[in-house]
Nanobody
């Protein structure tokens, strides 16, 4: 199982970025995918999740209305569209995948995802 996150960079506050998480080595369409981020000195936090069929998504309150998660199982990719970026969005962003079902009470827990990609740095300047 391999996950490759990309698309990070430096952007001014108010700008946008689109992160990609591309999978290989497993049946991608069977996996729920989440995005997490970790800022310096802080815990890794779940910010969004999308289920296998892309008919259910979850967002942390801190990004709701600004970030959109979507996927294309044929492309084996999940994207995180990030708009209206703020300096507090600065972090290393990670994607993760798991065969398990996620719901509103567990999608944001790191321990529920067994497969992780490397991070991609997002820096938002003020």
């Amino acid at each position: 199982v391999q996950l490759q996150a990309s698309g990070g960079g430096l952007v001014q506050a108010g700008g946008s970025l689109r992160l990609s998480c591309t999978a290989s080595g497993f049946t991608f369409a069977s996996y729920t995918v989440g995005w997490f981020r970790q800022a310096p000195g802080k815990e890794r936090e779940g910010i969004s999740c999308i289920n296998r069929r892309a008919d259910t998504t979850f967002y942390a309150d801190s990004v709701k209305g600004r970030f959109t998660i979507f996927r294309d199982n044929g492309e084996r990719t999940v994207w995180l569209e990030m708009n209206s970026l703020r300096p507090e969005d600065t972090a290393v962003y990670y994607c993760a995948a798991d065969l398990g079902n996620m719901n509103g009470r567990n999608w944001y827990r790191r321990s529920n995802y067994r497969n992780w990609g490397q991070g991609t740095q997002v820096t938002v300047s003020s």
